[in-house]
């Protein structure tokens, strides 16, 4: 079997197998990975023609699945901190309406290091000028679900109509090995129905996903009600959005009927705890009942100007925490299925349960190597590694990260790219975002 661009096949011996299978198998064996799929995953993988990596003092932990985020506003971390959303959007809108694709780029770049060096291999994102961020993703190595923020005409700055931006978008990007393309409409606080439907129509005529902000705030499902009188979920049936392939980030504030519409329709939920917590929406997401209603959850970081981080290992950390404390019950969200939440779950939203989120033969070879010896994995028990992903591990045990096959992170070290010039970037062009967010309050 030919290995895709010049990748040769790799086996990886004697590493802790943290497989994420149908039996959450945690088993001390070997992977073997050609032309970009796991071959092998166990005892005794087969070294003809590969190049061999000891894996002794590490564990190998499917990568993770960042289901919501801004990848691009990497450059305006702590611009507008301790604020409610309002006024976080107030800043953030202002900023973003003089952003450049160079700049998006830079600041795509950026992210996308940080991600890769966190062991997030995938990731969803909401943005503009998509194309500078795919070209990062393509440049660095890392699996990027793109969705082109969709609003309405009188409401946006980019130039054009936002609905047909997005469909010539996905068009310029369909088919392409690690960049996915799809709409993204932005949340009912700016799209009216008729863009809406627009963009469930590109979906559907793209067989693409659709990604959209749902129900983030008390202030938006308010607002939403004094105007149409329905809530937003319920508003969204009622015209016909909901459908197959549809991912909500937040879904924070909902009622007993709004889950129960979300889990018949299988919408899937990206829960971003951090920064719902920093942002203060209030409450906790219901992702236990949106889970049992039948809608796939997954964890999103959201961007770092709310968050402030791209860690997938804190995210998977508060999500239980919030969860245990808000329902007085230390049971809820256990380790095992808040790793699960950070893989197979972010898989399911992709529709990519398939092919991603496991180490398992067929499977791409999407994945990472924790180092046993560094201190937030100790002791490193099999036993204990699962707990010690979801409470305790540091982005900072991360060695070694493969993409389908390739490693695009060794010694932790990008592999497709420099951080200096990566970083020397950034700070230059986030010179003149910060001199456009006005006086701080």
């Known amino acids: 079997m030919a290995a895709p661009l010049g990748i040769s096949p790799v086996v990886i011996t004697d590493a802790l197998l943290v497989t994420q299978d149908a039996r959450r198998r945690v088993v001390r064996g070997d992977l073997r990975i050609d032309s970009g799929r796991f071959t092998h995953v166990g005892p005794g993988a087969p070294k003809e023609g590969a190049e061999v990596l000891d894996g002794r003092g590490f564990a190998a ?28 959007l ?19 770049r950026a992210g996308i290091a940080e991600m890769l060096l966190g062991g997030t291999t995938a990731f969803l994102d909401l943005y503009y000028h998509e194309d500078a961020v795919a070209r990062a993703v393509e440049s660095l190595g890392i699996r990027g679900f793109l969705g082109w923020a969709v ?9 054009g109509v936002p609905v047909e931006n997005a469909r010539a978008f ?51 499902v308010h607002d939403h009600v004094a105007q149409t009188g329905r809530r937003p979920a319920e508003w969204l ?22 889950i129960q519409i979300l889990g018949q329709r299988a919408v899937g939920i990206a829960h971003c705890a951090s920064s719902n917590l920093k942002l203060a929406s209030g409450g ?34 508060l999500a239980g925490l919030v969860q245990k404390n ?9 380790a095992q299925e808040l790793l699960d939440l950070a893989t197979l779950g972010g898989a399911s939203l992709l529709g990519r349960a398939a092919d991603l989120g496991s180490l398992e033969v067929g499977k791409q070879a999407d994945f990472s190597l924790f180092r046993l010896d560094h201190p937030t994995l100790l002791p490193a028990r099999p036993e204990a590694i699962v707990s010690h992903l979801a409470y305790a591990a540091s982005d900072e045990a991360v060695d070694t990260v493969f993409v389908a096959g390739e490693a695009v992170v060794r010694g932790r070290a990008l592999q497709k790219g420099s951080w200096a010039a990566i970083r020397q970037a950034a700070e230059e062009h986030a010179a003149a975002l910060w001199a456009a967010r006005g006086p701080a309050t």
């Open 61 to 88: 932990v499917p990568g993770f699945i960042n289901t919501h985020g801004h990848v691009a506003m990497q450059l305006l971390r702590g611009i507008a901190d301790d604020r409610d959303l309002s006024g976080f």
């Open 90 to 108: 107030e800043t953030l809108f202002r900023v973003d309406a003089g952003r450049t694709e160079a700049d998006v780029e830079a600041g795509a």
């Open 326 to 334: 808000a329902r007085w019950d230390a049971a809820v969200l256990p």
């Open 170 to 220: 996905v068009g310029r990007w369909r088919n392409h090995p690690t960049v996915t393309p799809l709409v993204a409409p932005q949340g009912v606080y700016v799209c009216n129905r008729e863009t809406w439907l627009a963009a469930k129509a590109v979906a559907a005529e793209s067989n693409s996903l659709c990604h959209f902000h749902l129900s983030e705030t008390r202030r938006e």
């Open 237 to 258: 049936e009622e015209i016909g959005f909901f459908g197959p392939r549809m991912v909500a980030a937040h879904a924070v504030w909902l009622t007993g009927r709004e």
């Open 284 to 317: 906790s997401a219901p992702i236990v009942e949106l889970r049992a209603a039948g809608a796939p959850v997954g964890l999103g970081t959201d961007s770092v100007a709310s968050n402030n981080a791209l860690s997938m290992l804190r995210e998977m950390h």
């Open 151 to 159: 609003l309405d005409a009188d409401k946006t700055t980019q130039h």
